[in-house]
């Protein structure tokens, strides 16, 4: 696949409004959320067949946990049913995944089903895809102002050698390419704990449809978007 225009390196995408596609069609929030993964699974093999660097979903956000146990439980299902039947075709494809968050709080089927998607894939070169899972922004700044100040009392750095590229590399994008896009769907105007400290410089594109309509014509169109803006980083 290609396209007649550059293409970010680093895409990270909020998937909202998978309950709002369900309740529209007189369905379970659960029925959305299948949905979701059907669609998560077609923009996974487009970016990839694109050939973008990097990709980084936005899964389950440390708050989801506050949702129903019916509604956390069958999110669960799905995560293990996307890698246990996925893990093949994106190894084939040579896609990388990783994992972004704290997998401690994950139950033990989880935790050891993405563990091994991990080490199964670390040595691929394709699309690098990151789920964000039990993630959030400002936790994932508490971790590493934590492990910075521990460096710190322990004489293995200087307060002067705490620069922009120390902190980025103790976040859990360490050697990731830089964010240039965040694209949310269904509406919402807000980054709600993604990726607060990558998104500096990213160009943002809130598009109307909910994540289980956003087809992949619509993924390539706003990838056009993203490429008509004038990036500027603060210069003239
Ligand atoms: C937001 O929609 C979506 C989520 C909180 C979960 C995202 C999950 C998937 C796309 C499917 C499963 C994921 C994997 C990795 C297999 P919402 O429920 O907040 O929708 P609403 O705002 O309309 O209620």
């Known amino acids: 696949m290609k396209v007649d225009f550059t293409l970010p390196k680093h895409i990270g995408i909020i998937m909202d409004g998978n309950g709002r596609w369900a309740k529209t069609r007189g369905k379970m ?19 990839s067949d694109l050939g973008v660097s ?8 440390t708050e989801n946990w506050r949702r129903p146990k019916p509604e956390v439980d069958a999110l669960m299902s799905l995560l293990l049913e ?6 093949d075709e994106l190894h084939v494809n040579r896609v990388k995944i990783r994992h972004l968050g704290e997998l401690s709080g994950f139950p033990k089927n989880i935790s050891e089903v993405i563990s091994s998607a991990i080490e199964k894939t670390k040595a691929n070169t394709g699309l690098q895809l990151s789920i964000a899972l039990n993630y959030g922004s400002r936790l994932e700044i ?8 521990s460096d710190v009392k322990n004489n293995k750095i200087s ?4 620069d922009t590229e ?18 949310r769907t269904s509406g919402e ?14 160009e943002l594109v809130f598009v109307k449809e909910p994540w289980p309509d956003f087809s992949d014509d619509l993924f390539i169109q706003t990838l056009r978007e993203y490429s008509e803006r004038n990036r500027r980083f603060g210069g003239i």
């Open 142 to 149: 508490v971790s590493a102002v934590k492990s910075i100040a």
């Open 29 to 47: 929030r659960v029925f959305g959320h299948r949905a979701g993964m059907n669609r998560l699974k077609g923009i996974v093999k487009t970016a």
């Open 189 to 202: 105007q807000r980054l709600s704990n993604f990726l607060m400290y990558q998104a500096a410089y990213s």
């Open 54 to 61: 990097a990709l980084t979903l936005y899964a389950f956000s």
């Open 166 to 183: 120390l902190i980025s590399n103790r976040l859990y994008t360490k050697d990731l390419p830089e964010l240039d896009l965040i694209i």
């Open 159 to 162: 307060i002067d050698e705490i």
């Open 82 to 87: 996307y890698f246990n039947n996925e893990i």
